[in-house]
Antibody, heavy 120, light 110 residues
Framework: QLQLQESGPGLAKPSETLSLTCTVSGDSISTSYSYLGWIRQPPGKGLEWVGFIYYSGGTYYNPSLKSRVTISVDTSKNQFSLNLSSMTAADTGVYYC????????????WGQGILVTVSS | QSALTQPRSVSGSPGQSVTISCTGTSSDVGGYNYVSWYQQYPGKVPKVMIYDVSKRPSGVPDRFSGSKSGNTASLTISGLQAEDEADYYCNSYAGNYVWVFGGGTKLTVL
């Protein structure tokens, strides 16, 4: 069964770049035929789709974040990563990694989430 | 891309039915049959309850059903149970490989 686990710093300073990694177990990214991506949730607020990377490399981002987001994949480590630049307090929240299998139109599974706080 | 519009809260008594709406535009909800619904308990990971407007993943009780009319999708929970009290989010494909969530609805079981 596919499992996802986020890792990275829980604290970032304003204007810095956040780097998070999602480690995939139970399946190989390189043969998954999946979109691998990130969804975030500010404290007490709703979910926001951040973006995807297709297992073979194509990237797709939320238009409102596109200028600051980069998602990449490392098939040798079975991981994918999120970089979010120019962080502000508005970027504080829980960041989830998730998967969408090609041809399916829902997000599953989800990682447990990692809380990122942006503060000086 | 604007978030889909959901009521902030709904409530119902055990055994009753409740419906949560999710309103978008012809560019997202109205344009594709790719609406899904997620249940999230406080501090927990979201779980898919409905996909492709009205399909249920295995293991989801048939008390949960989905539908769509025009630019509005709906999640109906019948035979409400205490364990259904949670936050519910809709999600829709919006074209050009973009996905959009609703703002979320808090369901209270009275």
């Amino acid at each position: 069964q596919l499992q996802l686990q986020e890792s990275g710093p829980g604290l970032a300073k304003p204007s810095e770049t956040l780097s998070l990694t999602c480690t995939v177990s139970g399946d190989s990214i390189s043969t998954s035929y999946s979109y691998l991506g990130w969804i975030r949730q500010p404290p007490g607020k709703g979910l926001e789709w951040v973006g995807f990377i297709y297992y073979s490399g194509g990237t797709y981002y939320n238009p409102s974040l596109k200028s600051r987001v980069t998602i990449s994949v490392d098939t040798s480590k079975n991981q994918f990563s999120l970089n979010l630049s120019s962080m502000t307090a508005a970027d504080t929240g829980v960041y989830y990694c998730s998967r969408m299998v090609t041809g399916n139109n829902w997000f599953d599974p989800w990682g447990q989430g990692i809380l990122v706080t942006v503060s000086s | 891309q604007s978030a889909l519009t959901q009521p902030r809260s709904v409530s119902g008594s055990p055994g009753q039915s409740v419906t949560i709406s999710c309103t978008g535009t012809s560019s997202d909800v109205g344009g594709y049959n790719y609406v899904s619904w997620y249940q999230q308990y406080p501090g927990k990971v979201p779980k898919v309850m409905i996909y492709d407007v009205s399909k249920r993943p295995s293991g989801v009780p048939d008390r949960f059903s989905g539908s769509k009319s025009g630019n509005t999708a709906s999640l109906t929970i019948s035979g409400l149970q205490a364990e259904d009290e949670a936050d519910y989010y809709c999600n829709s494909y919006a074209g050009n490989y973009v996905w959009v969530f609703g703002g979320g609805t808090k369901l209270t079981v009275l």
